[in-house]
């Protein structure tokens, strides 16, 4: 589990690719200090595992449903990517809750600027789009954002000055892919409603006449 709030930019030192899989050695510093095989690091706000490391890298394997689901393979040698640690069971809760696990990718449509703020605007799937609202949340390369906008398949997000020099979100252009995975608790939410609906309509909800009587609505 994670929180959206990038602790370090790395660098893809380099890439081993084999078929639809990839290997990934990637600088840093922060997140080292305390590493050890095993651990999950969201790459990009990907969850991925430490299978080696050193004292200035460490080194990760992607599947091919990640390769296929998310922008890693669009990756190069010189890379920057966002780089988080898996959240402390004590540690203070600053972003919200990311998972890791990407719902999908998509693309930047326009950057604006707005005083001090860049407004960014993004082009997601439809079915990406019905777990989005404004003043949500949304992580964007595993960025903890908050949306501002939300139409459509389009949806906006505005960067202070601070995100935009401690996250890659802020050296991203238009065109250019992002990961992105919608928050959580809303996911749960759309999905739970949509069983609910589909038990009332055929009948097999188990809210019955009986039921409202013994809870005291009717």
């Not at 930019?9 to 990934?24: A, C, E, F, Q, Y």
């Not at 997140?31 to 200035?56: E, M, P, Y």
């Not at 188990?206 to 009587?213: H, S």
């Amino acid at each position: 589990m994670f929180t959206g709030i990038i602790e370090e930019i790395g660098k893809v030192r380099s890439i081993t690719k084999s078929g639809n899989t990839l290997r990934l050695d990637i600088a840093a510093k922060l997140i080292l200090s305390d590493v050890k095989i095993g651990d999950s690091i969201a790459v990009n706000g990907v969850c991925l595992t430490v299978t080696s490391f050193n004292r200035s890298s460490f080194c990760t394997d992607v599947m091919p449903v990640t390769f296929h689901a998310t922008n890693l393979a669009r990756l190069a040698a010189g890379s920057l990517v966002n780089l988080e640690r898996a959240m402390a069971a004590n540690g203070r809760f600053g972003g919200h809750v990311v998972s890791g696990h990407v719902d999908g990718i998509g693309k930047v449509i326009s950057i604006k600027p707005n005083e001090n703020a860049i407004v960014y605007t993004f082009e997601i799937s439809s079915e990406m789009s019905r777990f989005c609202i404004a003043k949500g949340s949304i992580a964007i390369d595993g960025t903890s954002l908050t949306l501002v906008d939300v139409r459509n398949n389009h949806v906006t997000v505005s960067l202070i000055p601070h995100t935009r020099m401690h996250s890659i979100v802020g050296y991203k252009k238009a065109g250019d892919i992002v990961n992105i995975e919608c928050d959580i608790m809303a996911k749960q939410y759309v999905k739970t409603m949509a069983k609910e609906n589909k038990a009332i309509s055929t009948g097999n909800s188990g809210i019955t006449e009986a039921y409202l009587a013994e809870h005291g609505f009717i």
